[in-house]
T-cell receptor, first 116, second 112 residues
């Protein structure tokens, strides 16, 4: 079945630095990938839709300049948290749809970001 | 815009018993899909079951089945013969036009 690989699984960074999270579709091409944020004991909130070869579409209230998304190939999307602050600490999850799997979405294993 | 509501923050079931998790949704689209995802402590999202809105027949996957009431916009999940491994957060989700939205989740506890 479709596999989405997300790295790193967890990362700790200092305030003011940038962190990059990668999301790869391993056995299928994904023209669109999605980035979610999940706070403890809460649901997944869609942050942005990543489109291969074009600009990402951000949800209302998500800062484009803070959460940079790049989808340079059909198998890789990256989320860069720039100038990280402690309030950016969260669990970030990506997902993608494998056209060969119908309308199902596959999720990465998530990245726990802690900003100190 | 679409919204998904799960009104049960927590549910508990005895091992081998049956439990039903509730979900309602609201969408203006006629073509959409509904899902139940399981999120264990590892936080990996696992697809449990899915339903196409245009299908009247309720989806079934082994011990998991749904009760899809399109007019009422209700999509409940029934877990039969509950097992300890079923303990997790369960999220209901709706999808249309590449836009997937989740409910707040229900934490299911399975008592031995």
């Amino acid at each position: 079945g479709a596999v989405v690989s997300q790295h790193p699984s967890w990362v700790i960074c200092k305030s003011g630095t940038s962190v990059k999270i990668e999301c790869r579709s391993l056995d299928f091409q994904a023209t669109t990938m999605f980035w979610y944020r999940q706070f403890p004991k809460q649901s997944l909130m869609l942050m942005a839709t990543s489109n291969e070869g074009s600009k990402a579409t951000y949800e209302q209230g998500v800062e484009k300049d803070k959460f940079l998304i790049n989808h340079a190939s059909l198998t890789l999307s990256t989320l860069t948290v720039t100038s990280a602050h402690p309030e950016d600490s969260s669990f970030y999850i990506c997902s993608a749809r494998d056209p060969g799997q119908g309308y199902g979405y596959t999720f990465g294993s998530g990245t726990r970001l802690t900003v100190v | 815009a679409q919204t998904v509501t799960q009104s049960q923050p927590e549910m508990s079931v005895q091992e081998a018993e049956t439990v039903t998790l509730s979900c309602t949704y609201d969408t203006s689209e006629s073509d959409y899909y509904l899902f139940w995802y399981k999120q264990p402590p590892s936080r990996q999202m696992i697809l449990v079951i899915r339903q196409e809105a245009y299908k009247q027949q309720n989806a079934t996957e082994n011990r998991f089945s749904v009760n899809f009431q399109k007019a009422a916009k209700s999509f409940s999940l029934k877990i039969s013969d509950s097992q300890l491994g079923d303990a997790a957060m369960y999220f209901c989700a709706s999808l249309n036009n590449n836009d997937m939205r989740f409910g707040a989740g229900t934490r299911l506890t399975v008592k031995p």
